[in-house]
Nanobody, 124 residues
């Protein structure tokens, strides 16, 4: 069982940066692939970024590639999403997710545990 708690969301102007974090409970964090997803009002939850258990392999949605960076610190049971050059269309609630395998995925259905999310709002 893994519990995930996100933090770091907020209001930021377009072009700004923000880093959101997700702390996981449990002693087996390093065995889980992790991902970030987001959901805007009236839209489906969509993939943002994912990272393998070692942190070596990462993947990104085309819409954030080159602007966002996912990373993890297994010693701190934490996964991060650094967001640069933010756009108003990045406004959404951002969710951290854990997958009970070591390989990352971009499919929302492949993740077993979810946090409550943190709101990111980008003003124009």
């Amino acid at each position: 069982q893994v519990q995930l708690v996100e933090s770091g969301g907020g209001l930021v102007p377009a072009g700004g940066s923000l880093r959101v974090s997700c702390v996981a409970s449990g002693r087996t964090f390093s065995s889980y692939a992790m991902g970030w997803f987001r959901q805007a009002p009236g839209k489906e939850r969509e993939f943002v970024a994912a990272i393998s258990w070692t942190g070596i392999r990462t993947s990104y949605a085309d819409s954030v590639k080159g602007r966002f960076t996912i990373s993890r610190d297994n010693a701190k049971n934490t996964v991060y999403l650094q967001m640069n050059s933010l756009k108003p269309e990045d406004t959404a609630r951002y969710y951290c997710a854990a997958r009970s395998t070591r390989a990352s995925s971009s499919d929302v259905n492949d993740f077993d545990y979810w946090g409550q999310g943190t709101q990111v709002t980008v003003s124009s």
